[in-house]
């Protein structure tokens, strides 16, 4: 008796060192799908899911997953062809409108110089400031198509943001005093430093301050710190918290929007994400804030590169 009770015990030890062992090779193998399942996602290769184990239940799991893999990957390339093509459209588009724009534009100086009675004259105005605006749409929508399709020349150099962000407000001199607005400027008295292009950090400032100035309630605060962190703030009643979580759509503006092609803001987050920044917005008892954040790891390693 006691003889078959230690065969029993052998018997049922071993199976269970057998169940021991397929249970760790199914766990390795269902690792080795999701390790690999995550690779294949990110990453645009034809390499499909490989498993070691023989079981026929896992190879017939990585085997319809790799059928949806190639169905992501299908739709992935369609997808991005088309992307691809509209933005070429679009820039091809807005390039054929700027020249005859700009000559409507010349034409329209011309006639403007002509003596005409004052009903032609005021006509003339407002065919100009429509063409104007046209203008200005087609110009920010080719710089926008530009920068999506193919990006922008963001080559890294060493740049003070402190002296990028003194020089373009010193050129909104003109802007900021037609609008009786004196701006307060808080900056920390060492430079910040980083590597990041330094005319598309240019760009996205103009843009933002731009902003501001076309909706500012007659103020406007910026404010630096040490961490590389810039805050636009401006009194504006035109918004309300959930049209300032819109500001940095395509083509979004606010209720009359005063001219504004609703790309400036757009524009402004797609340079900083691609120069490795961040950028949000605030909207707080009428006061908004546009943060813009280059930390001290932003730089070339990164790069790919108020309301509107």
């Given at each position: 008796?006691?003889?078959?009770?230690?065969?029993?015990?052998?018997?049922?030890?071993?199976?269970?060192?057998?169940?021991?062992?397929?249970?760790?090779?199914?766990?390795?193998?269902?690792?080795?799908?999701?390790?690999?399942?995550?690779?294949?996602?990110?990453?645009?290769?034809?390499?499909?899911?490989?498993?070691?184990?023989?079981?026929?239940?896992?190879?017939?799991?990585?085997?319809?997953?790799?059928?949806?893999?190639?169905?992501?990957?299908?739709?992935?390339?369609?997808?991005?062809?088309?992307?691809?093509?509209?933005?070429?459209?679009?820039?091809?588009?807005?390039?054929?409108?700027?020249?005859?724009?700009?000559?409507?534009?010349?034409?329209?100086?011309?006639?403007?110089?002509?003596?005409?009675?004052?009903?032609?004259?005021?006509?003339?105005?407002?065919?100009?400031?429509?063409?104007?605006?046209?203008?200005?749409?087609?110009?920010?929508?080719?710089?926008?198509?530009?920068?999506?399709?193919?990006?922008?020349?963001?080559?890294?150099?060493?740049?003070?943001?402190?002296?990028?962000?003194?020089?373009?407000?010193?050129?909104?001199?003109?802007?900021?005093?037609?609008?009786?607005?004196?701006?307060?400027?808080?900056?920390?008295?060492?430079?910040?430093v980083r590597r990041l292009n330094r005319n598309a950090l240019s760009r996205i400032?103009?843009?933002?301050?731009?902003?501001?100035?076309?909706?500012?309630?007659?103020?406007?605060?910026?404010?630096?710190?040490?961490?590389?962190?810039?805050?636009?703030?401006?009194?504006?009643?035109?918004?309300?918290?959930?049209?300032?979580?819109?500001?940095?759509?395509?083509?979004?503006?606010?209720?009359?929007?005063?001219?504004?092609?609703?790309?400036?803001?757009?524009?402004?987050?797609?340079?900083?994400?691609?120069?490795?920044?961040?950028?949000?917005?605030?909207?707080?008892?009428?006061?908004?804030?546009?943060?813009?954040?280059?930390?001290?790891?932003?730089?070339?390693?990164?790069?790919?590169?108020?309301?509107?």
């Amino acid at each position: 008796m006691d003889i078959w009770l230690y065969v029993l015990c052998g018997i049922l030890t071993l199976i269970t060192a057998l169940l021991l062992v397929y249970i760790c090779q199914m766990k390795k193998a269902v690792n080795e799908i999701g390790e690999e399942f995550a690779d294949r996602v990110k990453t645009d290769t034809n390499t499909l899911i490989d498993v070691s184990s023989n079981d026929s239940s896992i190879r017939r799991l990585a085997a319809d997953i790799n059928v949806q893999l190639r169905l992501l990957r299908k739709d992935r390339h369609q997808y991005q062809h088309g992307d691809r093509e509209l933005k070429e459209t679009i820039t091809n588009i807005s390039h054929d409108l700027r020249t005859p724009l700009t000559a409507i534009c010349g034409y329209l100086d011309l006639l403007k110089r002509e003596e005409t009675n004052e009903q032609v004259s005021r006509y003339l105005n407002m065919i100009r400031n429509r063409t104007q605006a046209l203008k200005q749409l087609t110009e920010e929508l080719f710089r926008y198509s530009v920068i999506m399709s193919v990006g922008e020349d963001n080559a890294a150099e060493t740049v003070s943001i402190n002296a990028v962000l003194e020089e373009v407000v010193a050129g909104f001199y003109g802007a900021l005093r037609q609008k009786n607005i004196v701006p307060v400027i808080s900056m920390p008295s060492a430079e910040v430093v980083r590597r990041l292009n330094r005319n598309a950090l240019s760009r996205i400032f103009e843009n933002i301050i731009g902003n501001a100035i076309k909706y500012s309630d007659q103020d406007l605060m910026i404010t630096m710190d040490q961490n590389g962190s810039i805050s636009f703030t401006n009194t504006t009643k035109t918004l309300d918290p959930i049209s300032a979580g819109k500001l940095f759509d395509r083509f979004f503006t606010v209720e009359n929007g005063r001219g504004s092609t609703g790309l400036g803001l757009s524009i402004a987050k797609i340079l900083t994400e691609q120069l490795g920044g961040s950028i949000v917005s605030e909207y707080v008892k009428d006061q908004l804030t546009i943060r813009v954040i280059f930390a001290e790891h932003t730089g070339a390693a990164e790069q790919a590169g108020t309301a509107e």
